[in-house]
């Protein structure tokens, strides 16, 4: 029986760390800064031009209320490719690319009001290290997020 195993990218926010789906990742960048836009969300810093598309950035730190953010030399923008729909997302700092096999993603407790199991994909383990496996996807199109369609097209 063959085992699947898929690649994710870990990042770190506060003292946890995440992974997405390597597949979803275009290209990662030192932070720079935003040009801010009107009435967006705490959440969503801005946009940047990222060679002639206007990217809109979402401060992960602040959707998941871990807390108000620093920008650092490690802060980190990860540029992702979702349903050929351009959008960065800002993290403390990029670890590595880790394979994953099914055996070691386990899934997710219910994690109560601070981040819903909806996003998760659950939490891959390996060795002394736990990643928290999150649906890229599903976080970047839920409705909470949608306004980036409303930002992206107004820019």
């Not at 650092?72 to 990860?78: C, G, K, N």
């Given at each position: 029986?063959?085992v699947e195993s898929k690649?994710?990218l870990?990042?770190?926010?506060?003292?946890?760390?995440?992974?997405?789906?390597?597949l979803?990742?275009q290209?990662?960048?030192?932070?720079?800064?935003?040009t801010r836009?009107?009435?967006?969300?705490?959440?969503?810093?801005?946009?940047?031009n990222?060679r002639?598309?206007?990217?809109?950035?979402v401060?992960?730190?602040?959707?998941?209320?871990?807390?108000?953010?620093?920008y650092?030399?490690?802060?980190?923008?990860?540029i992702?490719n979702?349903?050929?729909?351009i959008?960065?997302?800002?993290?403390?700092?990029?670890?590595?690319?880790?394979?994953?096999?099914?055996?070691?993603?386990?899934?997710?407790?219910?994690m109560?009001?601070?981040?819903?199991?909806?996003?998760?994909?659950?939490?891959g383990?390996?060795?002394?290290r736990?990643?928290?496996?999150?649906?890229?996807?599903?976080?970047m199109?839920s409705?909470?997020m949608?306004?980036?369609?409303?930002?992206?097209?107004?820019?």
């Open positions: 029986m063959e690649e994710f870990a990042f770190t926010l506060g003292s946890e760390e995440y992974g997405i789906d390597i979803k990742v290209e990662i960048r030192g932070y720079e800064s935003v836009i009107v009435n967006a969300p705490d959440f969503i810093k801005g946009v940047i990222l002639g598309i206007i990217v809109p950035i401060d992960m730190r602040i959707r998941f209320n871990l807390g108000t953010p620093t650092d030399q490690f802060t980190v923008v990860i992702l979702i349903n050929s729909r959008t960065g997302i800002v993290v403390d700092s990029v670890s590595d690319v880790t394979t994953l096999n099914s055996q070691q993603i386990k899934s997710a407790p219910e109560g009001s601070i981040l819903s199991t909806d996003y998760l994909i659950g939490l383990t390996l060795d002394d736990m990643l928290i496996l999150v649906d890229i996807d599903k976080l199109t409705s909470e949608g306004l980036i369609d409303h930002i992206t097209v107004a820019s």
